[in-house]
């Protein structure tokens, strides 16, 4: 990769990392918020440390080695970056497997934020598929038996790759409902910083999964995984101490993370079947997308600061 590429992709899965985690920065803030200052200073140090080097960069090294285990733990950390043939054939080879498993899994998670969560309404056609949210389940059952269909025509492993990046969805989705509640539990109990501290680690874990399989999208390198998310997950630390409040007001990000994902699955898809997507074609597309949604959040700020405005002045 040309040293332009390599910034472009960095630069691409921190931004990704950094939008995809608000609703994790929001859930951070509101409890740090009930925490004492000591345990707020360990969490924002310590945890830090384990979202990106335990999970954020030791997730990723797992699953290139599960899908590689020829190359062993530590040479599948550098088999990017190997200019022996044996391990970039062993990597092309399983590629397919992984892109088809996190691939599914993102488009899962698109279409249950598109069905089923509320949102704010940043395109039209999001009102209709709201209102017709009883489909979900339908359309991603129709969706994997499609994937499933053509993946074992082209390699059964392809196929069962698919099977578990939805089985992956169906079990993050539950600990994400679980922490909705519990967060609500843990504002309303007097438990102990320790326990509060415990519930943010595991909850960090858990969205930090939609990040990692999206990063494959951009690269199958793991250090460049690893310093792209890792240099996002610092920056949601930074929205969660001070800037969350301000990352609330520009309402459609929620909505440019969540389009960013779809199309970011697509190519993954797309990528296991056989097409060729140069390196360069996601993180642009994350820009892009990220860049019209940010676009339309100024523009709604703008013309809610000008009818309060009128308001204030018809009042007077």
Same mark, same amino acid.
Do not use: C
């Given at each position: 990769?040309?040293?332009?590429?390599?910034?472009?992709?960095v630069?691409?899965?921190?931004?990704?990392?950094?939008?995809?985690?608000?609703?994790?920065?929001?859930?951070?803030?509101?409890?740090?918020?009930?925490?004492?200052?000591?345990?707020?200073?360990w969490?924002?140090?310590?945890?830090?440390?384990f979202?990106v080097?335990?999970?954020?960069?030791?997730?990723?090294?797992?699953?290139? !080695?599960?899908?590689?285990p020829?190359?062993?733990?530590l040479?599948?950390?550098?088999?990017?970056?190997?200019?022996?043939?044996?391990?970039?054939?062993?990597i092309?080879?399983?590629?397919p497997?992984?892109l088809?498993?996190?691939g599914? @899994?993102?488009?899962?998670?698109?279409?249950? !934020?598109?069905?089923?969560?509320?949102?704010n309404?940043?395109?039209?056609?999001?009102?209709? @598929?709201?209102?017709?949210?009883? !489909?979900? +389940?339908a359309?991603?059952?129709?969706?994997?038996?499609?994937?499933? !269909?053509?993946?074992?025509q082209?390699?059964?492993?392809?196929?069962?790759?698919?099977?578990?990046?939805?089985?992956?969805?169906?079990?993050?989705?539950g @600990?994400?409902?679980?922490?909705?509640?519990?967060?609500?539990?843990l504002?309303?109990?007097?438990?102990?910083?320790?326990?509060?501290?415990? +519930?943010?680690?595991?909850?960090?874990?858990?969205?930090?999964?939609?990040?990692v399989?999206?990063?494959?999208? @951009?690269?199958?390198?793991?250090?460049?995984?690893l310093? /792209?998310?890792?240099?996002?997950a610092?920056?949601?630390?930074?929205?969660?101490?001070?800037?969350?409040?301000?990352?609330k007001? +520009?309402?459609?990000?929620?909505?440019?993370a969540?389009?960013?994902?779809?199309?970011?699955?697509?190519?993954?898809?797309s990528?296991?079947?056989g097409?060729?997507?140069?390196?360069?074609?996601?993180p642009?597309?994350?820009?892009?997308?990220i860049?019209?949604?940010?676009?339309?959040?100024?523009r709604?700020?703008?013309l809610?600061?000008?009818?309060l405005? /009128?308001a204030?002045?018809?009042?007077?």
């Open positions: 990769m040309s040293w332009l590429s390599l910034l472009l992709t630069t691409g899965l921190a931004l990704f990392e950094t939008i995809s985690s608000v609703d994790n920065a929001i859930i951070n803030a509101e409890v740090l918020s009930t925490m004492g200052k000591k345990a707020r200073k969490f924002l140090f310590w945890g830090i440390l979202a080097f335990v999970i954020r960069g030791l997730l990723p090294w797992v699953i290139i !080695w599960a899908t590689n020829g190359l062993g733990f040479g599948s950390l550098t088999a990017t970056f190997s200019s022996d043939p044996r391990v970039h054939e062993s092309e080879r399983s590629a497997v992984l088809a498993g996190g599914t @899994f993102l488009v899962f998670l698109f279409f249950h !934020w598109l069905f089923l969560e509320t949102k309404f940043g395109l039209r056609a999001e009102r209709f @598929f709201v209102r017709q949210g009883v !489909w979900f +389940y359309v991603v059952s129709i969706l994997l038996a499609i994937l499933v !269909w053509f993946a074992i082209k390699d059964p492993l392809m196929a069962f790759g698919a099977v578990i990046g939805s089985t992956a969805f169906f079990i993050t989705h @600990f994400k409902e679980n922490a909705e509640k519990g967060e609500r539990e504002m309303k109990e007097g438990l102990s910083d320790i326990s509060k501290i415990f +519930y943010l680690e595991v909850i960090d874990a858990t969205f930090s999964i939609d990040g399989l999206g990063a494959f999208a @951009f690269t199958l390198s793991v250090p460049l995984i310093l /792209g998310n890792g240099l996002g610092v920056l949601v630390r930074q929205l969660t101490i001070g800037n969350i409040d301000r990352v007001k +520009y309402y459609y990000l929620k909505n440019g969540m389009y960013s994902i779809l199309f970011l699955g697509a190519i993954m898809i990528d296991a079947f097409m060729e997507i140069p390196s360069w074609v996601s642009v597309v994350t820009f892009g997308v860049a019209f949604f940010f676009w339309k959040s100024v709604e700020l703008h809610r600061g000008s009818d405005v /009128g204030v002045q018809v009042k007077k």
